[in-house]
């Protein structure tokens, strides 16, 4: 990892209407637009939808992280994000983040372990911890059949 500070670009543009251009260097550009109930189509990437993708897609490298240095092999995991967005002093913000993390292990893996560093990398996710919206997290783990094997972490 590289030291701190780090610095991060990312650009869009668009015309008086239609769909956002986001780019951000080396790195594919994605359209977006208004979400649905911001009046946009419902079927491309919000802002919105793209900062709540943000918070689970950190919380999945999050935990990789935490997991590799606690050399703790795991299968797979899925996290659902939510995000609920209020105006509050008239001002609309997020005001609470959901996530629902769901981890699938090998047959007798400690789910116990398991779970607490599922907990540690919510506390240390910097996309969350980034913002001021409150946040939940729920944890699901589940044993995969007997046949399937764990990613074992580098070292």
Not at 5 to 22: D, L, R
Not at 63 to 77: D, E, H, Q, T
Not at 143 to 155: E, L, T
Request: include cysteine; proline fraction near 6%; glycine fraction near 6%.
């Amino acid at each position: 990892m590289e030291p701190y500070p780090h610095t991060y670009t990312a650009e869009a543009s668009g015309a008086f209407s239609g769909a956002v251009q986001v780019a951000a260097p080396g790195a594919e550009a994605l359209s977006s637009a208004a979400a649905r109930q911001f009046g946009g189509p419902g079927d491309a990437w919000s802002p919105e939808s793209l900062l709540v993708a943000a918070i689970a897609d950190c919380y999945v490298f999050t935990f990789r992280a935490v997991s590799a240095a606690a050399m703790f092999g795991w299968l797979k995991l899925e996290c659902r994000t939510q995000g609920t967005l209020e105006r509050r002093e008239r001002v609309p913000q997020f005001t609470h983040i959901a996530l629902q993390a769901t981890l699938t292990l090998a047959p007798g893996a400690d789910a116990s372990r398991a779970k607490k560093l599922l907990q540690q990398a919510d506390r240390a996710c910097l996309i969350s911890n980034s913002l001021k919206a409150e946040r939940t997290l729920e944890t699901r783990i589940v044993h995969a059949a007997a046949h399937a094997q764990p990613a074992r972490p580098a070292g």
